[in-house]
């Protein structure tokens, strides 16, 4: 299908949906999985194109892996910090956690490795990252174009690292050596604007749940030190929480068809950073509930909302969720410090701005101290083809528009395969 027609709504009921498991927390279950000592089953993970690529990638370095598609389960058995083929080839598509974890985890480990990927994946930068592997003497050689896959790595392993990386830009380096630590030892040093990111928030958490032991100490909101000595660990079951990102499409719902929204299994305590487009949505004039099946948003009484001013640097893959949101708003909304954004799947806030244009929003993108803002003024809103970039959450966000609005089609529907391929049908579900 290379086109999806949204069909609008004329009386919204309320919403009760399920969402699948969450890819951050899949990848990083299954790279820790793969570092421990003994078989790991992981339960209620999310089979998508970048939890695939890395089951995919786990497999070509020999480390033995069994599927469940059906059951939303994988076993892993781990190698002790080992990986069975220190000479491999692999290929991580288009995913970004992929890309990040897999080139720490082999730079640590060490081999000779060659890393291919998506032609997208070509266009999003590593130099940074790999800039700091060959101060380690990690050596590197670039294939194409300096900086980006695909390239070759021969690492002699690292041990007992100590190095500094900005959080600026990406959390995932961040998160990749923090989990290879366990591995080889490691003091890292947080700087930057992220250093206590959500993603960084999910890592952490996780492999005290594998049963890493380290310390941490923060400096005056400026930097934050991790120390993790060289260690053992195991883990014989885990249970991967909902993709609250996958979640916040249909919370969005709730306030721009004024009805009740459950999401079965979310629930307030997730250590996922996209809980606080929640929270938003609170300040919105919507109420929250959290049930034991699972959160409830209710916008039942919910008289339409004013925009408002937030920054959403922590949690900017809801930045385009938001984005539409304001578009139904009564005043202008200010989305802050996104400019990040600008480097992932796609130029997510250039994205922003040519879409809401064309379906009648004002939106001007302010650029200051290396930050980006978004300003949107919400117009008379028509239908129109909506270009998705080739990224999933242009598609799923956008496509809300059309719940309301006639005319509203989602060029490549295809793309949410990144991380929730039966969006649409659940979509399908709810507008009958």
Do not use: W
């Amino acid at each position: 299908m290379d086109e999806y027609r949204v069909k609008k709504i004329e009386n919204a009921e309320d919403i009760c949906v399920s969402v699948p498991g969450s890819k951050s927390i899949t990848n990083r279950a299954l790279l820790l999985a793969a570092m421990s000592n003994g078989v790991c089953e992981i339960e209620d993970l999310i089979f998508c194109d970048d939890s695939i690529a890395m089951i995919e990638c786990l497999k070509e370095l020999g480390f033995e892996i069994c599927v469940d598609e059906e059951e939303h389960r994988v076993s892993v058995r781990g190698e002790n910090g080992r990986i069975p083929n220190r000479e491999s080839t692999i290929n991580v598509r288009s995913a970004g956690t992929t890309a990040r974890f897999m080139t720490a985890f082999l730079a640590v480990v060490g081999g000779n490795y060659t890393l291919n990927s998506s032609e997208q994946m070509k266009k999003r930068p590593m130099k940074d990252f790999l800039d700091v592997l060959e101060e380690q003497g990690v050596e590197i050689t670039y294939l194409e174009e300096e900086g980006h896959f695909p390239f070759k790595m021969a690492s002699e392993g690292l041990s007992n690292i100590d190095l500094s990386i900005d959080t600026t830009t990406s959390t995932q380096y961040a998160s990749a050596l923090l989990m290879a630590g366990a591995i080889s030892g490691i003091k890292l040093q947080l700087t930057g604007k992220r250093i206590r990111g959500s993603f960084i928030k999910i890592t952490l958490h996780m492999i005290h749940q594998f049963g890493i032991q380290f310390q941490g100490e923060e400096d005056f909101d400026e930097t934050a030190t991790y120390r993790i000595e060289k260690q053992e660990f195991s883990k014989e079951q885990y249970k991967v929480e909902p993709d609250m990102s996958s979640a916040c499409y249909f919370y969005a719902m709730a306030v721009i068809l004024g009805v009740k929204t459950r999401v079965n299994r979310i629930h307030l305590d997730s250590m996922q950073g996209d809980i606080k487009f929640i929270y938003l949505l609170e300040r919105l004039g919507a109420k929250m509930y959290d049930t034991p099946e699972g959160l409830e948003v209710n916008a039942t009484e919910l008289d339409g909302y004013d925009g408002i001013d937030i920054d959403m640097s922590d949690f900017s893959d809801q930045a385009l969720t938001m984005a539409v949101v304001a578009a139904f708003a009564k005043s202008k909304t200010t989305i802050r410090n996104i400019g990040h954004a600008r480097k992932q799947e796609s130029d997510r806030v250039q994205a922003m701005a040519n879409e809401l244009r064309k379906i009648g929003c004002n939106v001007e993108i302010i650029e200051h101290d290396g930050q980006t803002d978004v300003e949107i003024t919400p117009g008379e809103l028509n239908g129109g083809m909506i270009e998705t970039y080739e990224d999933h959450r242009v598609a799923m966000s956008f496509a809300l528009i059309g719940l309301v609005v006639d005319d509203v089609i989602i060029k490549d529907p295809s793309c949410t395969k990144k991380t929730f391929e039966k969006y649409f049908n659940i979509l399908d579900k709810i507008t009958g």
